[in-house]
C-alpha cells in the first residue's frame, strides 16, 4: 500500500528565505505527483503536477522536483512572502486516478 | 470554465441526525467525482469515487454512502450521524480520461455533536 509522507509537520520561517517541503513516498509506480495549497478552512487549489516522466516542474517562484526512483518530491518556494503561509499537500495519483495524500506541512511566513 | 460548488459550507448536527451533503459541478460533462474528508491534524481519505451516473465506488467502510443522481451532481449521506463523522468534507472533480490535476469545492465543515 503505497504510504506518502510530508516532513515537516511544520514550519516557520522569516519573510524573504526560500522554503524546501519534503515529501516521500513507498511505491515508485505512480501516474503523477501533485503538490497542492490549502489555506485555513477552504478546499485545495493545485500548485504544481508533475508528471511520472519528468523530473520537475516550475512556476513562478515555485519549482517542484520528482524522484521516482528514491520515492521524494521536494518544492521549493523562493524569496518567501507571508501570503505563501497556508498548509502544503503532496499528493500522488495511482493509475485510475486516485489521489493518496500526506498529511500536509503547515507554513508560516512572517513578516 | 469550469466551477465547483458544495453546500451547506457549515452544518452542525446531532448524533444519530441524518446527513445530506451537496456538490455540483459546471461548465464540464462526464466528471470523475470525489468524496473526501479531512480529519482535524489529519491528511486527506478518499471516501468515494464516481466514473458516471450511479456508478459509485467505496474506499472505506463506514457509516456515510454516495449517490450520483445525474452527471454533475454527487451526493454525501448518511442515515445516523456519529461522532466521529465531524470533519471537513471536500468534494473533487477531474476529467473522465485524462489523469490530470483534480479540482477542489471549498469545503463543508461538519461538527456533530
Known amino acids: 500500500k503505497q504510504e506518502v509522507t510530508q516532513i515537516p509537520a511544520a514550519l516557520s520561517v522569516p519573510e524573504g528565505e526560500n522554503l524546501v517541503l519534503n515529501c516521500s513516498f513507498t511505491?515508485?509506480?505512480?501516474?503523477?505527483l501533485q503538490w497542492f495549497r490549502q489555506d485555513p478552512g477552504k478546499g485545495l487549489t493545485s500548485l504544481l503536477l508533475i508528471q511520472s516522466s519528468q523530473r520537475e516542474q516550475t512556476s513562478g517562484r515555485l519549482n517542484a522536483s520528482l524522484d521516482k526512483s528514491s520515492g521524494r518530491s521536494t518544492l521549493y518556494i523562493a524569496a518567501s512572502q507571508p501570503g505563501d503561509s497556508a498548509t502544503y499537500l503532496c499528493?500522488?495519483?495511482?493509475?485510475?486516478?486516485?489521489?493518496?495524500f500526506g498529511a500536509g506541512t503547515q507554513v508560516v511566513v512572517t513578516p | 470554465s469550469q466551477t465547483i460548488h458544495q453546500w451547506p459550507a457549515t452544518l452542525v448536527q446531532p448524533v444519530g441526525s441524518p446527513l445530506s451533503l451537496e456538490c455540483t459541478v459546471e461548465g464540464t460533462s462526464n466528471p470523475n467525482l470525489y468524496w473526501y474528508r479531512q480529519a482535524a491534524g489529519r491528511g486527506l481519505q478518499l471516501l468515494f469515487y464516481s466514473v458516471g451516473i450511479g456508478q459509485i465506488s467505496s474506499e472505506v467502510p463506514q457509516n456515510l454512502s454516495a449517490s450520483r443522481p445525474q452527471d454533475r451532481q454527487f451526493i454525501l449521506s448518511s442515515k445516523k450521524l456519529l461522532l466521529s463523522d465531524s470533519g471537513f468534507y471536500l468534494c473533487?472533480?477531474?476529467?473522465?480520461?485524462?489523469?490530470?490535476?483534480?479540482?477542489f469545492g471549498p469545503g463543508t465543515r461538519l461538527l456533530v455533536l
Open positions: 511505491d515508485s509506480a505512480i501516474y503523477n
Open positions: 499528493a500522488l495519483t495511482d493509475s485510475w486516478g486516485k489521489l493518496q
Open positions: 473533487a472533480w477531474s476529467v473522465r480520461v485524462d489523469k490530470e490535476t483534480q479540482y
